[in-house]
């Protein structure tokens, strides 16, 4: 039977402490990945040649020996190996064409987050997570499948959520025929959210429109601030609130529209 990937995305609700290892885990994963980088380029100045992925890998374990680095070995090595994965990807994206040099990852500039390929299980509503613990998350739609890997990311109102990978299996086959009684025909607009065949209509829910002047108001005030200031962090957040507002607005109104 065949199998294919499908990412499911919750929010996650880590207590302080384990918020705390979650910001360890991101680091840890900025400090391999822009380590490596350097390494690599280095190494391939010397001799022109790149180096494979289990040789970092063996680079990595000598790295982790080290008094200056041993605070790697707190974290998760599968974690660990997967910023160098992440790395050698780019890598291969830039000699095929398809991206950009591969570039240092910033503190400031890049929203925390890891990946954990293995090792993370579902307990309900809990996302049980290696070397954290058990982490409770909101369980809007149930995950099908095997869990295969687990990317945490914070966004930029502070939340936290994460995207499981499941495979799941795929039924070959035809489709069941469409029942007649039920079929109708829609016309997406701008207008109208949608116009169905029978003549009903669908009302465009404009939340964007509606939060449009509070998020001017706070725009400008946030272009009015100084650069790396405590008021400019503070406005971005908020600025960042607004718009997760809107698009959770959006995201409720299609899960209860009557097209779904």
């Known amino acids: 039977m065949a199998t294919e990937p499908r990412v499911y995305r919750y929010r996650i609700f880590p207590s302080e402490q384990q918020e705390v290892l979650f910001r360890q885990y991101a680091g840890a994963r900025r400090f391999v990945y822009n380590h490596f980088l350097a390494r690599s380029k280095t190494h391939y100045r010397a001799t022109g040649k790149t180096l494979s ?8 374990t000598a790295l982790k020996a080290k008094p200056a680095t041993a605070w790697l070995r707190a974290m998760n090595g599968q974690s660990l190996q997967q910023a ?50 058990r982490v409770p998350l909101v369980l809007h739609r149930p995950a099908q499948g095997v869990l295969k890997s687990g990317t945490f990311r914070q966004d930029p109102t502070g939340a936290w959520d994460v995207s499981l990978v499941m495979e799941v299996a795929v039924v070959e086959g035809p489709l069941p025929p469409p029942d007649a009684t039920f079929a109708v025909g829609v016309d997406l607009g701008l207008k109208d959210l949608a116009v169905l065949s029978d003549g009903s209509h669908i009302a465009a829910p404009k939340h964007y429109r509606r939060a449009e002047k509070k998020l001017a108001r706070l725009q400008r005030r946030l272009s009015r601030t100084q650069k790396a200031s405590t008021n400019r962090t503070k406005l971005r957040a908020a600025v960042a609130r607004l718009h997760h507002r809107v698009a959770s607005s959006a995201a409720r109104s299609s899960i209860g529209c009557p097209l779904v």
């Open 84 to 133: 160098i994965r992440d790395l050698n990807r780019a890598f291969t994206n830039f000699f095929a064409g398809r991206a950009m040099f591969p570039r240092f990852k910033s503190k400031r500039r890049e929203r925390p987050s890891f990946r954990m390929p293995q090792y993370l299980t579902l307990d309900g509503a809990v996302l049980v997570v290696p070397k954290i613990g």
């Open 53 to 60: 992925f289990a040789a970092l890998c063996r680079e990595l």
